[in-house]
């Protein structure tokens, strides 16, 4: 299925707008596990099974995984996310960008070793770098917009002279996913929950790609004015919420803590809604 129609069937399926991000650090581990990269896995496995009923997509950020030498258990819980839970839709945060012919090495990588339905790109190397992914049939890609970070002001809100009525560089891209780099109908645009009016402003400019909004939960950004602003019915959002939820305990029972954050995150964002 393609991705934007596993996303939509994730949704309607859950009845969920709550993506749970795995960003394994094994200092933040329980006692039994805690310290021990070799862990990473049964740790992940343990919340996707946890979860795996309440989410519209899993995150997992790369970074994680690949600082502690621990691609191999990426790999692994690509296998078991497409086992215990083909259903749901498998974002693979990489925050690529790169001349095109790397570009084609990294989609491979995202698509084909690691399986991921869609991807987190950076816009800012221009349009042939995010065309080798468009190739992979079906699969799905997110430009990162108007990040959840202060920083991203630095640039994303910077205005652009060279362009007619000057839009702000966020404004741009998501005018440009929204129409002429959306190849395949499956670009989607990040936009942090951290700036609600931003997410609105967005929202008019690409009124139909998925949105894809970290910064609820651990950076404090309102699920209630996230839904408000950039939920509508035939447009998915997929809000993330990665340490509240993988660290809502620090004891042995972690995944019953993350089901239980899990489901009050997943209501909020439901309620919000109405
Ligand atoms: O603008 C962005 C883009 C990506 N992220 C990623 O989302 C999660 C957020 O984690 P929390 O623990 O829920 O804060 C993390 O993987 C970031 O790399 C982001 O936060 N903001």
């Known amino acids: 299925m393609i991705f934007l129609d596993k996303l ?7 009845g969920s707008l709550l993506c749970v991000g795995l960003d394994p650090e094994p200092a933040k581990f329980p006692a039994r596990l ?20 309440l989410v519209i997509a899993f995150k997992p950020q790369i970074a994680y995984f690949a600082a502690y030498r621990a691609e191999d258990q990426l790999e692994k819980l690509m296998e078991h996310l497409r086992r215990n839970a083909p259903q749901v839709p498998v974002i693979l945060d990489a925050k690529r960008g790169d001349i095109g012919s790397t570009a084609e090495q990294y989609a491979r990588e995202a698509f084909e070793r690691y399986g991921a339905d869609a991807v987190t790109l950076s816009p800012f190397m221009g349009f042939d770098s995010v065309e080798p992914y468009l190739r992979h049939e079906g699969k799905g890609a997110f430009l990162l917009c108007r990040t959840s970070n202060p920083g991203g002001d630095d640039l994303q809100a910077q205005r652009l002279a060279g362009v007619e009525g000057q839009p702000f560089l966020y404004e741009h891209i998501a ?15 990040v936009v942090g929950a951290t700036y609600p009016a931003e997410i609105e402003r ?13 910064g609820v939960g651990a950076q404090g950004g309102d699920a209630v004015a996230t839904v408000r602003a950039g ?18 305990s620090g004891g042995d029972d972690f995944a019953q803590a993350a ?3 899990a489901i009050r995150t997943r209501d909020r964002l439901e309620q919000a809604k109405h």
Do not use: H, M
């Open 8 to 14: 939509r069937a994730a949704e309607r399926r859950n």
């Open 259 to 261: 089901r239980d954050e």
């Open 231 to 248: 939920w509508r019915a035939d447009a998915p959002i997929v809000v993330n919420s990665s340490r509240a939820i993988c660290y809502a």
């Open 34 to 53: 805690k310290g021990d990269a070799g862990k990473i896995y049964d740790f992940c496995a343990a919340i996707v099974d946890a979860t795996a009923d």
């Open 202 to 214: 967005v929202r008019a400019l690409a009124p139909t790609v998925p949105l894809l909004i970290p």
């Open 175 to 189: 005018k440009l996913a929204q129409g002429p780099w959306n190849l395949n109908g499956q670009l989607g645009l």
